[in-house]
T-cell receptor, first 113, second 111 residues
């Protein structure tokens, strides 16, 4: 199945630094979702975006739905050790039925204290 | 709080055994999904269901079957487990245009 192009694949940062990751697609999406997955756990929804150009925050997290509807980014400000995990983007293409999503491969985030 | 519950967090089975993975959601969602997650391969869709007794194949249905007898419950069945089915299995549910919610995952090891 189709995969989104998510980058970077991994990041190693110091506590307090800001983080940015993004996803791109060759097709238009109507919905973008960002998830975080801790080791051995299921992904947890962080932010949902439904309109092109939409910018949404959740605490230190900010995500944007690209104006072309083919990309999205996630920023984490002032990172802390508990931000460690895998971050996934997911998109729902226009016309998709039954709520099916396309997923990025994930960004592995490591935060050094 | 919305909830997707997977019955077993960790299972160890032998090759050839029949395996049932159960998933229950309390959000009255129409759509339910089973994914498997392997390092380097991301999330891959096995099967999904958009209504009771309805099912559709995903990207990797071989070796699996599913059952949806009630709206809140979606079961994944491995008729004869094999070692290459050792993986993390994730159940999820959603309405047609809403957010997808995942369960905590079931880590299956087949010996």
């Amino acid at each position: 199945g189709q995969q989104l192009n998510q980058s970077p694949q991994s990041m190693f940062i110091q506590e307090g630094e800001d983080v940015s990751m993004n996803c791109t697609s060759s097709s238009i999406f109507n919905t973008w979702l960002w998830y975080k997955q801790d080791p051995g756990e299921g992904p947890v929804l962080l932010i949902a975006l439904y309109k092109a150009g939409e910018l949404t925050s959740n605490g230190r997290l900010t995500a944007q739905f690209g104006i072309t509807r083919k990309d999205s980014f996630l920023n984490i400000s002032a990172s802390i050790p508990s931000d460690v995990g895998i971050y996934f983007c997911a998109g729902r293409p226009g016309g998709t039925s039954y709520g099916k999503l396309t997923f990025g491969q994930g960004t592995i985030l490591t935060v050094h204290p | 709080d919305v909830k997707v519950t997977q019955s077993s967090r960790y299972l160890v089975k032998r090759t050839g055994e029949k395996v049932f993975l159960e998933c229950v959601q309390d959000m009255d969602h129409e759509n339910m999904f089973w994914y498997r997650q392997d390092p380097g391969l991301g999330l891959r869709l096995i099967y999904f269901s958009y209504d009771v007794k309805m099912k559709e194949k995903g990207d990797i249905p071989e070796g699996y079957s599913v059952s949806r007898e009630k709206k809140e419950r979606f079961s994944l069945i491995l008729e004869s487990a094999s070692t290459n089915q050792t993986s993390m299995y994730l159940c999820a549910s959603t309405k047609n245009t809403g957010e997808l919610f995942f369960g905590e995952g079931s880590r299956l090891t087949v010996l």
